[in-house]
């Protein structure tokens, strides 16, 4: 029985990418797919992005952290400021994959269910060996005492270790280069499908990793060296 664990980056309403990856990923029983949040936003499938996440998580061993992505919809049910300001960074395309008006009062009608599964994502999720977080982390603090801004939106990058001396592993900060940012003690895998990039599935068990572009098409390859010993 495996116990691979795969960490998969922003996937921001792209569908295809996330679907070749699976494929392609081979997965087996006792398999972790760690999801590192903003499933939403940005891409044309956010409504059939939940979808398949949900598909996933009764067929497979699944963890999903809350994105920030995720955190401004949840806060825009009952926040009209914050619901003008989610638009500004994607929530409206969210919205058209739901095919509703661009409005608060659409979010009511959006389904009970997708409601569920967003109010289940996790802060983090940690292994013996890796920590799981959507933004950056501060190293000197315990994993369970971070704050919300370092969980979701930070994206400063420390030079030392996490105090735990586990590897931390995010997303959020969107490497334009479409490479997987190794730092040895951090590593990010959001690499900007969005935009053109990929979106990446890291395998923690041998640093394997699978990209998929927003056509569906793949590549593989291996983490490189970290830029910091």
Known sequence: MSNRVFAIGDIHGHLK?????????????????????????????????IEYLIELESQYETIFILGNHEEALLTSRT??????????FGGDTTLRSYQLPIEQESLSKIPTRHWQFLDNCREYYETDTHLFTHATIDPDVNIKYQSEENLRWSKQFSTTPHTSGKVSVCGHVSQKNGQILNLGHSVCIDTYVYGGGWLTCLNLAD???IQANEHGLCQ???LAQELYD
């Open 207 to 209: 640093n394997s990793y």
């Open 17 to 49: 990418p996330l679907q070749a990856i699976i494929q392609k990923a081979n997965l087996v029983a006792g398999d972790t797919l760690v999801f590192l949040g903003d499933y939403i936003d940005r891409g044309p499938s956010s409504k059939a992005v």
């Open 79 to 88: 926040d009209s400021d914050y619901f003008e300001a989610w638009l500004g």
């Open 220 to 222: 593989t390859g291996v």
